[in-house]
């Protein structure tokens, strides 16, 4: 049972807008930690998509976003693409149990 | 640009121990933390600790307290983790990755390794 709860799954046609909720507590993403988000193609490790809750890293397009309030935080991708087919993870740290912890990933299907 | 390039995949008996390398390259090494996540085949990621290669402070997930170990070479740029009295459900790719220098304020992980295969089987 991962700390930070995500769905398990979602899907969208091509074009369309999804959002992936990552629903925290006040020991993590409510005591203020930021969120960081994930992406994992199919048999890779994961790539940083999102850091401090809504920046970008270069070289990741503006079709990915990230937002954050009170004890959760969401990851939305509009113009979906089949490219972006992957398993995306959230991140935070818990201040309670001292440690990092991630919700249990989003497969997210293009129809 | 900054990169971690990890050992090759592993095949253990239940009890066995396994050390996993880590190599950094394209960055100061003592100035970020290093990390290790794992993930079970079909599961999500799972955090399992933390060191500094500048001073060699760990912090380990609770579940891994006593049976794992984090390790750096700052001569050659390596990180190095072992898993003790491996049982089956250790079977999972591990991966490292860059953290932040300091362990208390949360933070990114960016690069990762490519990720190695342990199976425990007997």
């Known amino acids: 049972q991962s700390v930070l709860t995500q769905p398990p799954s979602l899907s969208g046609a091509p074009g369309q807008r999804v959002t992936i909720s990552c629903t925290g507590t006040?020991?993590?993403?409510?005591?203020?930690?930021?969120v960081f988000w994930y992406q994992q193609l199919p048999g890779t490790a994961p790539k940083l998509l999102i850091y401090d809750n809504d920046r970008r890293p270069s070289g990741v397009p503006d079709r990915f976003s990230g937002s954050k309030s009170a004890t959760s935080a969401s990851l939305a991708i509009t113009g979906l693409q089949a490219v972006d087919e992957a398993t995306y993870h959230c991140?935070?740290?818990?201040?309670?149990?001292?440690?990092?912890?991630f919700g249990g990933g989003t497969k997210v299907t293009v129809l | 640009q900054a990169q971690l390039v990890q050992s090759g995949a592993e095949v253990k008996t239940p009890g066995a121990s396994v050390r996993v390398s880590c190599e950094a390259s394209?960055?100061?090494?003592?100035?970020?933390?290093l990390t290790w996540v794992r993930q079970a085949p079909g599961q999500g990621l799972e955090w399992m600790g933390w060191?500094?290669?500048?001073?060699?402070?760990?912090n380990y997930e609770q579940k891994f307290q006593g049976r794992v170990a984090m390790t750096t070479d700052t001569s050659t740029n390596t990180a190095y983790l072992e898993l003790r009295s491996l049982r089956s459900d250790d079977t999972a790719i591990y991966y490292c990755a860059r953290a932040p220098f300091s362990y208390t304020n949360g933070g990114r992980f960016d690069p990762w390794g490519q990720g190695t295969l342990v199976t425990v089987s007997s």
């Open positions: 394209g960055y100061l090494f003592d100035s970020y933390g």
């Open positions: 006040s020991s993590n993403i409510g005591a203020n930690y930021e």
């Open positions: 060191i500094s290669p500048y001073n060699g402070n760990t």
């Open positions: 991140q935070s740290y818990d201040v309670s149990l001292s440690a990092w912890v």
